[in-house]
């Protein structure tokens, strides 16, 4: 039984924290391809793609933790406790910020799936509550981790932190606001050369 145990608890925690390192990533990856500078080093569609990918590895994960965590025999999480936000009887605030997150993130993947059908601007609000997720996925480890404590911990949720608030207000600050684009040369001859 105790081997079972060690197994299934190892896996739920390490799950969890692969899944939340990925949406890091993905969250990471949405708000420097949001900027407006150019990315020399790196192609624009190869970054879009890991972005991409890393959002949909990252549900993955999410589904492995909450699965993992319904057939883990310590936690005795029942289904509804699993999917009803704030229901658990093991820190229910935090656990249910932890569900409220993926729930979200679920109903983000069917907007992106169907993004093409959306008005863009439409898309790109909903898109922002990624960040949202994102908040509430930080919660959820500090607050239900059962690892909360240790160092290694805290030091990965600090870097992560640091890392999306930096890139966030690099992304939303008023200096980089769209700015209007000057018109190509040959359009502005062509302007000059009819009056």
């Known amino acids: 039984m105790l081997a079972s145990f060690t197994i299934d608890w190892y896996a739920a925690r390490a799950a969890g924290l692969v899944a939340y390192l990925l949406l890091s990533s993905s969250v990471a990856l949405g708000l420097l391809l949001a900027g407006k500078e150019r990315l020399d080093r790196w192609p624009r569609f190869a970054l879009e793609d890991v972005h991409r990918f890393a959002g949909v590895l990252a549900g993955t994960f999410i589904a492995i933790h909450l699965l993992l965590l319904g057939i883990d025999s310590q936690a005795q999480l029942g289904l509804g406790e699993l999917i009803v936000p704030f ?105 000059s050369g009819k009056s």
Do not use: C, Q
């Open 87 to 191: 229901a658990a009887h093991y820190r229910p605030f935090w656990t249910g910020l932890g569900i409220v997150a993926a729930e979200v993130l679920v109903a983000l993947a069917f907007t992106n799936h169907y993004r093409k059908r959306l008005p863009h601007l439409v898309w790109r609000r909903l898109h922002y509550l990624n960040l949202a997720v994102w908040v509430a996925a930080t919660g959820h480890g500090l607050g239900a981790g059962t690892d909360s404590g240790s160092g290694w911990f805290l030091v990965l949720y600090a870097v992560a932190t640091g890392t999306i608030v930096a890139l966030g207000l690099r992304r939303f600050s008023p200096s980089r606001r769209r700015t209007p684009r000057p018109r190509p040369k040959e359009t502005l001859s062509l302007e």
